[in-house]
């Protein structure tokens, strides 16, 4: 079954030389062999490869997927696998680190075989309950008084001129309906618009306990941001129908969001939390914002937590960047209503009778066909697909689309129509002279003008203390605003055009421009990201500050950050959480944050692990972060890598959910 024409252990360490297997890969499969003294060469095959896999992100390993362009097994003659998987699957069976996993029983191993999929136990367990917990939440339909909801749907939701059926409107009435409802859908598609309408008629009608959260500090923050432009909005939209609707309900929707881990409390110096299945949270509704970044075990732990009876909300774009750890639960969520085999991104909701019914009185619309009925994790969901943000802004959202459904013609189409609002960088020659690549001096002169207002700001506001003219935290709050305009996204972090190598030309120009003066570690107008959270000091792994003179003693400089309710916090530099400097920033970094404007750094000669990272959802992310304009300094060979490599993720949630073979 294995040809192994070298000892397993040193296969193992001249992958690990490779680049194919990290030591604490090799060092698994050692640690298990010794644990249960097997040294067979697939046992220390399969341990250092699923070990591998998780260090990947994936959930697990799909048995039949392991021949498949392995780079392990590109020399046949050093290693090859071959098997039929019935053999394979008993061969595994009898090592006696794996077992089979049998429903209700309890797992014995530290590996489960699971049909075709091999987990690491722990992984296993937290997608059995993932999976269980949302299953239970999807069947759950809550009873509503439908006359009545159908006319304040109706007052809430006009009927819209874009588009045929309203399916703001229908998620509204999802989330009314469903103990789980999960609203999915690109930048500016009204999500949050959407929820808040929902809050407002459920306030109306009943009062809940209701709690906001977002994985990163960043997105909590604009959660609560977008919420309340949302209420002012509807608020002013409802002025006329005061006499038929209560617009008190209004002030009763929650602004305030929180972190996943604030929510949960997290126990000092270790890796659990205050609330969990034993000490579940106390609330009614839950509310999950970007959800595409919450992984596996975490919402494991925040599902474990989750009162029986509360009812959960997850809003997020399922074509974003999956969540740095192991996992894509948002998009194997979603997995049952994408459309196979059509080229792109094309989605279609499928209901059960019941709910097809029940959404179709409330909205009154007619939803046939989507009738489906198998199942019914389908009756959860909605997908919203119309954005308004970019409907003024064409070239963006053209490319974002684009680049979304992996349609290589049309991105070029996209790019040839001249749009304003993105532009394009190629690498271009080394300059002899200079040693510095064309593309790159280009974006970071351009890069100098787009940082020049921020830091112009912070010289104003010296020249004002200098003058003892005082103005406050307004006055850093705009700076981090203006700060905020632009950024300089990165792919990877090492390298010359990773976040670390342009970070240093950044400031290394705008030091030679005299906008900045690199003297100390800690120098005026330096921004910085934090990479830690921080409870004690309120900062969170995400949040970005600059360093600027402290209004009540202006000859100290401190660390400024916006917090979530808008006001200033203030840190001294050497008490900051573990961070670094942000003119240039991770495009994972980036997700749950917005810019004016967008600067992509792609590698002119990626390496092989390089290669890895540049995805269709990596793209598609930074891409969709530009609010007016962005630009791409890339080769075209690496633009049409990413949009021609979706991420795949190893997982069993999917099936789990959509009772799929
Ligand atoms: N039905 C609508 N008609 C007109 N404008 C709308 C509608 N829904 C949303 N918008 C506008 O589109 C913008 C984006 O809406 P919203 O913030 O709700 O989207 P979102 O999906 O939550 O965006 P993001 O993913 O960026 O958080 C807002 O300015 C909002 O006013």
């Known amino acids: 079954m294995i040809y192994n024409n070298k000892p397993m252990p040193e296969l193992l360490k001249y992958w690990e030389l490779q680049g194919l297997l990290t030591p604490l890969d090799r060092h698994f499969a050692i640690e298990m062999a010794k644990m249960h003294q097997c040294g067979e060469p697939l046992y220390l095959f399969i341990c250092a490869y699923l070990s591998k896999q998780l260090s990947n992100q994936h959930g697990c390993v799909v048995l039949e997927q392991i021949n498949q362009a392995n780079p392990m097994f590109e020399s046949p003659r050093l290693c090859s696998l071959n098997f039929e998987i019935e053999d394979f699957k008993a061969a595994l069976l009898s090592f006696p680190g794996i077992s089979q996993y049998q429903e209700g029983q309890p797992c014995a191993t530290p590996i489960i075989l699971d049909g075709n999929r091999l987990y690491l136990q722990k992984y296993h367990q937290f997608e059995l309950t993932v999976a269980s917990t949302l299953n239970r939440l999807a069947s759950n339909p809550i009873e509503v008084d439908i006359p009545n909801l159908t006319k304040q749907l109706s007052l809430v939701f006009p009927q819209p001129q874009n588009q045929d059926i309203d399916w703001q409107k229908i998620a509204a009435a999802t989330a009314l309906t469903r103990q789980l409802a999960v609203i999915t859908g690109g930048p500016g598609t009204g999500k949050t618009t959407t929820v808040t309408k929902m809050l407002f008629l459920l306030q109306l009608n009943q009062e809940l306990n209701i709690k906001l959260v977002a994985p990163t500090g960043k997105a909590a923050a604009r959660l609560t941001e977008s919420i309340k432009a949302s209420k002012a909005r509807l608020a002013s939209d409802l002025e006329q129908h005061k006499d038929q609707i209560d617009l008190n309900a209004i002030d009763k929707i929650p602004e305030e969001a929180s972190t996943i ?81 059509q080229s792109g991104n094309s989605w279609k ?313």
């Not at 009925?373 to 963006?396: K, P, V, W």
């Open 261 to 341: 881990h604030r929510l949960l409390g997290v126990v000092p110096n270790s890796h659990r939390y205050r609330h969990n299945k034993d000490n579940p949270l106390r609330l009614d509704l839950l509310i999950v914002d970007e959800a595409s970044m919450v992984d596996l075990p975490m919402m494991d732990k925040l599902l474990s937590a989750l009162p029986e009876n509360a009812r959960l909300i997850l809003l997020g774009d399922q074509d974003q960047l999956a969540s740095v750890e192991a996992g894509a639960v948002l998009a194997d969520i979603c997995h049952g209503i994408k459309l196979k085999g």
């Open 349 to 661: 909701m499928r209901y059960s009778q019941n709910q097809l019914q029940t959404l179709s009185s409330l909205t009154n619309t007619d939803l046939s066909e989507f009738l489906d009925t198998n199942g019914h994790f389908g009756d959860s969901l909605c997908m919203l697909q119309y954005s308004h943000r970019f409907a003024g802004e064409a070239g963006i959202g053209q490319l974002a689309k684009a680049v979304n459904n992996g349609d290589i013609g049309n991105v070029l189409n996209v790019w040839q129509q001249g749009y304003d609002e993105i532009s394009w960088l190629g690498h271009g020659e080394i300059s002899a002279n200079l040693q510095q690549n064309i593309g790159l001096v280009t974006l970071l002169n351009q890069s100098e003008k787009h940082y020049r207002p921020y830091l112009q700001l912070i010289k104003n506001l010296q020249e004002s203390y200098k003058s003892g003219i005082n103005k406050g935290d307004e006055a850093a709050i705009e700076v981090i605003n203006k700060f905020n305009d632009y950024r300089l996204l990165c792919p990877m972090r090492s390298g010359d055009y990773g976040v670390d190598g342009i970070n240093q030309q950044m400031a290394d120009l705008l030091n030679k421009h005299h906008h900045i003066n690199v003297n100390q570690e800690f120098y005026l107008g330096r921004p910085i990201i934090i990479q830690s959270n921080d409870y004690n000091l309120g900062l969170f792994n995400g949040d970005i500050g600059i360093v600027l003179q402290d209004s009540e003693q202006p000859d100290r400089l401190m660390a400024h950050f916006i917090k979530a309710d808008g006001s200033i916090l203030k840190v001294l530099p050497a008490r900051l959480p573990t961070h670094e400097t942000c003119y240039a920033m991770t495009v994972h970094k980036s997700q749950g944050s917005e810019f004016d404007r967008v600067a992509m750094v792609m590698p002119p000669q990626p390496t092989q692990s390089q290669w890895q990272l540049l995805t269709k959802e990596l793209l598609y992310t930074a891409i969709t972060r530009a609010k007016s304009h962005f630009v791409c300094l890339g080769s075209r060979n690496t633009f049409e890598h990413c949009v021609n490599h979706a991420t795949e993720r190893a997982s069993g949630l999917a099936d789990r959910l959509w009772k799929m073979t």
